[in-house]
């Protein structure tokens, strides 16, 4: 069985341009949740999908968004780029209707955005 | 609020010796899921095993075992006769049943060596 994938594994952007990152979750899985691991920050919840909804937000600008397609992919947008915006992006993926808590999340390998 | 500590950012062992990472965790509620995660050199995030807070027997994984203590809001991982496979980041997470994402640490650093 595929596991999360992420696409694409490197970004490079300018300060104000914006970036997309993608996201396939496991077959089966309905919940997509986004998370920024910044270097000395550790990793911090972004963005919450699932069922198509936007289910829940980290503490993050709404220069964050992002969307989830019918077939449960999910793309994170990023607008307005600042340099702190450097950083690996994780997708991760659960099988419960709902995100029920107890459901195990399952990572992607990331999208490192580094901007200059 | 809903924190994790692990207090060695790196830690060092010998191949097929055992090494053990601490985690403390704070939380006001009574029902969630301790977890954790190895994050090697590739980034991938790989789940290493997970504990239910209300089952008060530790989880087990092959090499890897948590000693979990509930009261001290404790989540030791142990990893038995080590591997240079074992080289990673490991990161302790948790999830209440009043939440939707995972509550992270900053990652133990562990080296493995020959």
């Known amino acids: 069985e595929a596991g999360v994938t992420q696409s694409p594994t490197h970004l490079i952007k300018t300060r104000g341009q914006q970036a997309t990152l993608r996201c396939s979750p496991i077959?089966?899985?309905?919940?997509v949740y986004w998370y920024q691991q910044a270097l000395g920050l550790g990793l911090q919840f972004l963005l919450w999908?699932?069922?198509?909804?936007?289910?829940n937000r980290g503490n993050f600008p709404p220069r964050f968004s992002g969307r989830q397609f019918p077939n449960y992919s999910s793309e994170l947008n990023v607008n307005a780029l600042e340099l702190e915006d450097s950083a690996l992006y994780l997708c991760?993926?659960?099988?419960?209707?709902?995100?029920?808590?107890?459901?195990?999340?399952?990572f992607g390998p990331g999208t490192r955005l580094t901007v200059l | 609020a809903q924190t994790v500590t692990q207090s060695q950012p790196e830690m060092s062992v010998q191949e097929a010796e055992t090494v053990t990472l601490s985690c403390t965790y704070d939380?006001?509620?009574?029902?969630?899921?301790l977890f954790w995660y190895k994050q090697p050199p590739s980034r991938q995030m790989i789940l290493v095993i997970r504990q239910e807070a209300y089952k008060q027997q530790n989880a087990t994984e092959n090499r890897f075992s948590v000693n979990f203590q509930k009261a001290a809001k404790s989540f030791s991982l142990k990893i038995s006769d080590s591997q240079l496979g074992d080289t990673a980041m490991y990161f302790c997470?948790?999830?209440?049943?009043?939440?939707?994402?995972?509550?992270f640490g900053k990652g133990t650093s562990l080296l493995v060596t020959p």
């Open positions: 939380t006001s509620e009574n029902n969630y899921y």
């Open positions: 999908y699932d069922e198509g909804e936007e289910r």
């Open positions: 997470a948790f999830i209440t049943n009043s939440g939707y994402a995972l509550n």
């Open positions: 077959s089966g899985h309905t919940s």
């Open positions: 991760a993926s659960s099988s419960q209707a709902g995100g029920s808590f107890f459901d195990t999340q399952y």
